[in-house]
């Protein structure tokens, strides 16, 4: 089993930055393939970035493209979400997936790309 442990968020103004990070607990014999999704209070999670298995590859949801930069370190099994430029609107529980199979693309937006998922991290933005 698989353990994700996401750190990072907490409190900044509009306007800030953070940089979101999740390790997995056991190191793949091959690779992973990595995402992170949103849920705020009273709404669905809803994708927002994504970095297929061999790392060549990156997704953005549309209205976060440029503000937030997805990116691995292989040798940490970890992954980060850099987040500029943050509004209020932004602010959720943020969470990571991983996958040890690589992701169809029909389904790189969808949890059910991703088997394994970590516990989340609050990320609140102050207007």
């Known amino acids: 089993q698989v353990r994700l442990v996401e750190s990072g968020g907490g409190l900044v103004q509009a306007g800030g930055s953070l940089r979101l990070s999740c390790t997995a607990s056991?190191?793949?014999?091959?690779?992973?393939?990595w995402a992170w999704f949103r849920q705020a209070s009273g709404k669905e999670r809803e994708f927002v970035s994504a970095?297929?298995?061999?790392?060549?590859?990156?997704y953005y949801a549309d209205s976060l493209q440029g503000r937030f930069t997805i990116s691995r370190d292989d040798n940490k099994v970890t992954v980060y979400l850099q987040m500029n430029n943050l509004k209020p609107e932004d602010a959720a529980v943020y969470y990571c997936g991983a996958s040890t199979r690589p992701v169809p693309p029909a389904t790189v937006r969808t949890r059910d790309g991703y088997a394994h998922w970590g516990q989340g991290t609050q990320v609140t933005v102050s207007s």
């Open positions: 970095i297929s298995w061999g790392g060549g590859s990156t």
């Open positions: 056991r190191r793949s014999m091959t690779n992973y393939a």
